[in-house]
């Protein structure tokens, strides 16, 4: 009777032990009861009816990457290009994802593969190579309408890469190496251009301030020359009036004046040695006296 209580109780335990399953962090266990899909278990502890109960399939509901292995594809202008893509994509409903479809991820890179064979072979090559951000928009909007049923959702599609044949990215080279050229030419041409003109107003601004310059100093010239005659011509007055007040005396004066400073330059020029006085001694001595003359009345009158 105790064996057989003891064994009973081992067969209880077995029996709840098999009924436990424990779901993992990102992940949804479907439960089929008889074979009938009747729940989606969560991440944590459950507890199912054993040979009643089991767990139908294991499904991932993390983001996931699929990769679209390479392929050839004819564009609109009969161009064969290869291209590799990915597909980056959810599970929302576990239960449309495990029974809706039978082979989830074959049925995504089948469909994705046909879109792209689609929208590629609807556009020329340059537009294959240049419009890469349009073509994962459309392939992400049918592809993603496509999948709905299944419980996905297709958060991205991505073209990887596209290889067009040898000759194409020969020529492409060569145009693009004319391209290059070509801006570099007329940069070339521009930066010249823009460098003749810096040039020419630089000689424009230096004539200008030339001319300014030159008027400048002809203006000063002409002041001065004004001023140089206005002192000339006070000079000649003073010494008209002290002529006129003075006499012949004050005449010898000025005479004798010039007379010295004369004298006083040829004795003080580097290439005189001998100094000739074309004039009589008589004449000189006279006009000395003149001013010895001059200088006796000056200090002989008497101050009023």
């Not at 594809?73 to 009969?78: A, M």
């Not at 007055?237 to 006083?264: H, W």
Request: without cysteine.
């Amino acid at each position: 009777m105790g064996g057989f209580l003891i064994a009973l109780i081992v067969v209880v335990f077995v029996f709840l032990l098999m009924g436990v399953r424990v779901v993992r962090q990102g992940y949804v266990y479907t439960i089929e009861r008889l074979g009938k899909y009747t729940l989606a278990a969560t991440p944590g502890l459950h507890l199912i009816i054993p040979f009643i109960d089991r767990v139908g399939h294991k499904v991932n509901m993390m983001e996931q990457v699929l990769d679209i292995p390479g392929q050839e594809i004819i564009t609109k202008d009969n161009a064969m290009v290869g291209v590799d893509a990915v597909v980056f994509f959810q599970v929302l409903d576990a239960g449309k994802a495990a029974y809706e479809v039978s082979n989830l991820y074959v049925a995504i890179m089948q469909l994705t593969t046909t879109n792209l064979r689609t929208v590629m072979g609807s556009m020329d090559l340059d537009e294959t190579l240049s419009k890469r951000d349009e073509i994962n928009a459309k392939l992400l909007i049918v592809v993603d309408h496509a999948t709905s049923p299944w419980g996905l959702k297709i958060t991205r599609v991505e073209i990887k890469d596209i290889r067009p044949p040898a000759d194409i990215s020969n020529a492409m080279a060569r145009q693009m190496k004319a391209e290059r050229e070509k801006r570099a030419q007329i940069l070339e041409a521009e930066g010249s251009r823009a460098s003749e003109i810096l040039r020419a107003e630089g000689e424009k601004q230096g004539a200008i301030l030339q001319a300014e310059g030159r008027r400048e100093a002809a203006f000063r010239d002409a002041e001065a020359r004004e001023r140089e005659a206005e002192a000339e011509a006070k000079a000649t007055q003073m010494v008209s009036d002290a002529i006129a007040k003075s006499g012949s005396q004050a005449l010898n004066y000025f005479i004798a004046q010039k007379y010295t400073e004369a004298v006083s330059q040829f004795a003080t020029s580097p290439n005189a040695k001998t100094i000739l006085f074309p004039v009589e001694a008589t004449q000189l001595i006279g006009t000395l006296g003149g001013i010895g003359e001059l200088a006796k009345e000056a200090l002989g009158r008497d101050p009023k």
